[in-house]
């Protein structure tokens, strides 16, 4: 998935999961080369 299809509401969606400690700063990371939340389990 290109990176320009991801919105603004999934990167706060981001932060916010970092914040709450629901994933560590590594998988966001990975998360936001290439993944979005929806394709988790």
């Known amino acids: ?3 320009k ?3 603004p ?3 706060i969606m ?3 999961y970092l914040e709450e400690g ?3 700063g590594q998988e ?3 998360i936001g080369q290439g ?3 929806f394709d988790l389990p």
Do not use: N
């Open 14 to 16: 981001a932060v916010r």
């Open 22 to 24: 629901l994933y560590t």
């Open 35 to 37: 993944f979005s939340f």
């Open 28 to 30: 966001i990371c990975i």
């Open 1 to 3: 998935m290109p990176k």
């Open 9 to 11: 509401d999934i990167k």
């Open 5 to 7: 299809s991801f919105s």
